[in-house]
């Protein structure tokens, strides 16, 4: 079945520490990879992508990604989190041509000041 | 416009009424997504529309739910004989090529509440 676990519901983090959330993924095909942030009131952000080529993406805000095929995994990182950082991250997976893209619950990130 | 536009942003309904949500994509973008999210979840694929027509409907829950874009641009999510079960927040995203579901701009959602 096609699926993708995100396996912390909730992530607390001092201001200005390093950041790692987690993804796995199950996926019959060559997958597509992303993220997305989710603000208070605002709509769902890319922030990365994975499409093929260099496995460590970069994207907006100083985040990366690093795409793992032999652990199925897709984690996000930023070397400093900033109060600003303060959202919930989803995780989403989908084939070139499949725009049903197959979603995490996400990881609700706390900044402790 | 500038960004995807989705109204109302709350809805509050009885069980059994109707309810057309609305979604207003970034001008130009031809194709156009409905999801659901439901509290503590990702969002769940719902339709797709790629111009005027529904290119794949295989999201919808039922035979309750129904969306159309009838001029490519503006699309109306309809309910009928809403559940409570349908309380969720139902997010709208557009994309301006085909094929590319993940790089799509999202709505900042309507939060539909059936009482």
């Known amino acids: 079945a096609q699926s993708v676990t995100q396996p912390d519901i909730h992530i607390t983090v001092s201001e200005g520490a390093s950041l790692e959330l987690r993804c796995n993924y199950s996926?019959?095909?060559?997958?597509?990879l992303f993220w997305y942030v989710q603000s208070p009131g605002q709509g769902l952000q890319l922030l990365l992508k994975y499409f093929s080529g260099d496995t460590l993406v970069q994207g907006i805000k100083g985040f990366e990604a690093e795409f793992k095929r032999s652990q199925s995994s897709f984690n996000l990182r930023k070397p400093s989190v900033h109060w600003s950082d303060a959202a919930e991250y989803f995780c989403a997976v989908g084939g070139r041509s499949n725009y049903q893209l197959i979603w995490g619950a996400g990881t609700k990130l706390i900044i402790k000041p | 416009g500038a960004g995807v536009s989705q109204t109302p942003s709350n809805k509050v309904t009885e069980k059994g009424k109707y309810v057309e949500l609305r979604c207003d994509p970034i001008s130009g973008h031809t194709a156009l997504y409905w999801y659901r999210q439901s509290l503590g979840q990702g969002p769940e694929f719902l339709i797709y529309?790629?111009?005027?027509?529904?290119?794949?409907d295989s999201g919808l829950p039922n035979d309750r739910f129904f969306a159309v874009r009838p001029e490519g641009s503006v699309s109306t999510l309809k309910i009928q004989r809403t559940e409570r079960g349908d309380s969720a927040v139902y997010l709208c995203?557009?994309?301006?090529?085909?094929?590319?579901?993940?790089?799509?701009?999202f709505g900042q959602g309507t939060r539909l509440t059936v009482v």
């Open positions: 996926y019959g095909a060559t997958p597509y």
């Open positions: 529309f790629q111009g005027t027509g529904a290119a794949d």
């Open positions: 995203a557009s994309s301006s090529a085909v094929g590319q579901g993940g790089e799509a701009f």
